[in-house]
């Protein structure tokens, strides 16, 4: 079924430990996007990519990183977990940049202890 | 701060009547609107999109009006159903990223 996957849909982790969470879509969407969903913030962009090789930061970047080798796939990692980062993760994609909604996967719960 | 907001947080609708949401946006260069609705452990699902160069849209059972004199966007929902408990937020496109409001709770009572 086509659409966007993320895995894991659940994650507990330890401060200072290193977590990946993966995004896959099956649209051949060029953008792909992370947020973070956290109680009075809304959703907040961490990264986003414009193709493969593509990426650039959104409005809260520090302790990620991301990859987009594949146009598929757009993986996030934070390099060294920490209580701030508990949150839920939501991965989207788009056909464009411009005037077109985003379609958002199911999104990851991490909780870091 | 957020350009993007709504103004109840919590709306409690009769099924069978209609739901209105409000959201008020700051920014009159943005040219495109998004609503969401979020159910919970799910995420985000488009439901409606507006262009700046229109004041109304329909969906099915949805509409979405833009007033752009007092920047202000609403999203009816036709017949509300159980189905339609969730959270609605609408976002806005800025310097070609969306910005999201905070949401509002809609709780459909049988």
């Known amino acids: 079924d086509a659409g966007i996957t993320q895995s894991p849909r659940y994650k507990i982790t330890e401060t200072g430990r290193q977590v990946t969470l993966m995004c896959h879509q099956t649209w051949s969407h060029s953008y792909m996007f992370w947020y973070r969903q956290d109680l009075g913030h809304g959703l907040r962009l961490i990264y986003y990519s414009a193709a493969a090789d593509i990426t650039d930061k959104g409005e809260v970047p520090d302790g990620y990183v991301v990859s987009r080798s594949k146009t598929e796939n757009f993986p996030l990692t934070l390099e060294s977990a920490t209580r701030s980062q508990t949150s839920v993760y939501f991965c989207?994609?788009?056909?464009?940049?411009?005037?077109?909604?985003?379609?958002f996967g199911n999104g990851t719960r991490l909780t870091v202890t | 701060g957020e350009s993007v907001g709504l103004h109840l947080p919590t709306l409690s609708v009769q099924e069978g009547d209609n739901s209105i949401i409000n959201c008020a946006y700051s920014n009159s260069a943005s040219d495109y609107f998004i609503w969401y609705k979020q159910e919970s452990g799910k995420g985000p699902q488009f439901i409606i999109d507006?262009?700046?160069?229109?004041d109304k849209r329909q969906g099915q059972r949805v509409t979405v009006l833009l007033n752009k004199t007092v920047k202000h966007l609403s999203l009816q929902i036709a017949a509300t159903q159980p189905g339609d408990s969730a959270v609605y937020f609408c976002a806005e496109n800025m310097d070609n990223r969306l910005a999201f409001g905070k949401g509002n709770q809609v709780v459909v009572i049988p």
């Open positions: 507006i262009r700046s160069n229109m």
């Open positions: 989207a994609s788009s056909p464009s940049s411009y005037n077109s909604p985003l379609h």
